[in-house]
């Protein structure tokens, strides 16, 4: 089936992406409240020049006392946001951007739906054998 998976392209890797990138951004909203708790995000730039299926993107280590890096995924690792107001304490959560950033995100997987459900619809016209 790689015709198939050729014909859809990135996109059901970007839903899949998009999806957990949601959870991340819902448990820093979460968190908000939680002293010492450090936001994450993804760097959606090297997550998409990293997509490939062929490729396993997680952390390798040398030696087995060496840690993996916060909630490792296909993707790549999460990594901690810099808040521009920290505060005393050690939160790092601000939840404008945590809430803006999930409102971009869902607009975007609303977005990469439709890209799919386009593909898809191409797919079974050719199926068909019409224009």
């Known amino acids: 089936m790689s015709w198939i998976d050729s014909a859809m392209g990135i996109y059901p890797s970007v839903l899949q992406f998009r999806s957990q990138r949601s959870s991340a951004l819902a448990a820093n909203i979460a968190n908000a409240n939680t002293p ?3 936001a994450m995000d993804y760097d959606f730039e090297r997550v ?4 490939d299926r062929s490729q396993n993107l997680h ?3 040398t030696d087995k006392a060496h840690q993996q890096g916060p909630r490792n ?4 690792d999460l990594l901690y946001r810099v808040p521009t107001k920290p505060i005393r304490n050690g939160n790092t959560v601000e939840g404008e951007v945590e809430q803006a950033a999930f409102a971009e995100n869902a607009v ?7 890209f799919l459900e386009g593909a898809i619809s191409g797919l079974r016209l050719a199926i068909r054998g019409q224009r």
């Open 73 to 76: 995924s296909e993707f790549g």
């Open 48 to 51: 998409l020049q990293n997509i």
């Open 108 to 114: 975007r997987y609303q977005a990469s739906l439709e």
């Open 59 to 61: 952390l390798h280590t």
């Open 36 to 38: 010492d708790y450090k």
